[in-house]
């Protein structure tokens, strides 16, 4: 399957081809969270979910692997570097009581993934406590384990986990396409020049291509 592509067509076989959707939590997305404390604008990130939901129901349609990512932490915080958890000046600190219980801890219902991207039962979830997928979880031998060598990479925030996790895969020999209008930013400025930084210098990290152009290509195999 080619999908046209920055910079130039990406080739995959859905059979070997994850969908990762990276850190589409209430802790981000929604007010009340993570996202929030930290003085960002969390109403832009909810232009990700419209065409998100349309390439999950296309992947989930063709069988493809999914998995989801959720970053944050122990309730007794002890997976937190005291340099993460003293950083900045938030209204609330992770593990402080919220709106939406405590701030990026696992478990709350701040933590979890946005209804309308929620995880089907058989589609594993990754909780992290760092900004990239590998560090720190089991997501590289998850991935071996099920034959992916491609991975479609989705979610937010574009310029800290979605490229984190894009330069840690690229690290390992995967092959990664980052969805330009699934992938978000509290800062449209960092969203497009992490987006170029990817594509830069022949595709120095990956591919980049928007969602329409991945559900052509996965129509037509579903056609074919
Ligand atoms: C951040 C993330 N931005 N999921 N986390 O702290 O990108």
Redesign the pocket.
């Known amino acids: 399957m080619i999908v046209e592509a920055s910079p130039g067509p990406f080739t995959f076989d859905p059979a070997t081809t994850a969908l990762v959707i990276?850190?589409m939590q209430r802790d981000?997305c929604e007010p009340g969270g993570f996202g929030e404390t930290l003085g960002n604008d969390v109403s832009l990130l909810r232009s990700v979910i419209p065409p998100l939901q349309r390439v999950l129901a296309a992947a989930r349609e063709l069988g493809m692997t999914v998995i989801h990512t959720r970053?944050g932490h122990l309730p007794d915080l002890s997976d937190c570097p005291p340099a993460k958890l003293h950083r900045g000046n938030p209204t609330l600190r992770i593990g402080d009581p919220g709106p939406k219980g405590r701030i990026l801890v696992r478990g709350e219902y701040g933590h979890d993934i946005v209804d309308e991207l929620a995880p089907l039962p058989d589609e594993l979830v990754v909780d992290k406590p760092g900004?990239g997928s590998f560090h720190g979880t089991a997501f590289g031998a998850e991935l071996e384990a099920r034959g992916v060598t491609s991975l479609i990479v989705t979610g937010?925030?574009t310029e800290?986990?979605v490229h984190t996790t894009v330069r840690e895969a690229n690290d390992r020999g995967y092959e990664c396409l980052v969805l330009s209008d699934c992938t978000g930013s509290y800062f449209p400025e960092f969203h497009r020049v992490a987006l170029e930084m990817v594509a830069a210098q022949g595709g120095i990290f990956g591919w980049v291509a928007d969602s329409t152009a991945l559900l052509e290509a996965l129509t037509q195999e579903a056609v074919a």
């Open positions: 990276i850190d981000f970053e900004k937010v925030t800290v986990c």
